[in-house]
């Protein structure tokens, strides 16, 4: 069992920054991936980035890429997503994920956290 919580939430300008943070417990933290979700509201959830259990491989999605940024640090049990240049269209609730591939696909991840808001203003 993996518990994720992530934090780091908020209301920003255009083309301002966040960075959230995702906070492992219980299984070896290092023996998964970990990804980053995203819903908006009305709209399926959706992948942001993942990154391989060394930190080793990412992948991003079109959307992101350029703009964030997706590490983590096995020595905190965390993964961070840097997120710069946001646009109003990355408005939506963010998740992280464990899994044990690197995967893009939701159905992929065994374990979740409860998701922090990210508000982009106009």
């Known amino acids: 069992q993996v518990q994720l919580v992530e934090s780091g939430g908020g209301l920003v300008q255009a083309g301002g920054s966040l960075r959230l943070s995702c906070a492992a417990s219980g299984r070896t933290f290092s023996s998964y991936a970990m990804g980053w979700f995203r819903q908006a509201p009305g709209k399926e959830r959706e992948f942001v980035a993942v990154?391989?259990?060394?930190?080793?491989?990412?992948v991003y999605a079109d959307s992101v890429k350029g703009r964030f940024t997706i590490s983590r640090d096995n020595a905190k049990n965390t993964v961070y997503l840097q997120m710069n240049s946001l646009k109003p269209e990355d408005t939506a609730v963010y998740y992280c994920?464990?899994?044990?591939?690197?995967?893009?696909?939701?159905?992929?991840?065994?374990?979740w956290g409860q998701g922090t808001q990210v508000t982009v203003s106009s």
């Open positions: 994920a464990a899994s044990t591939i690197i995967a893009v696909a939701v159905y992929d991840y065994d374990y």
């Open positions: 990154i391989s259990w060394s930190g080793g491989s990412t």
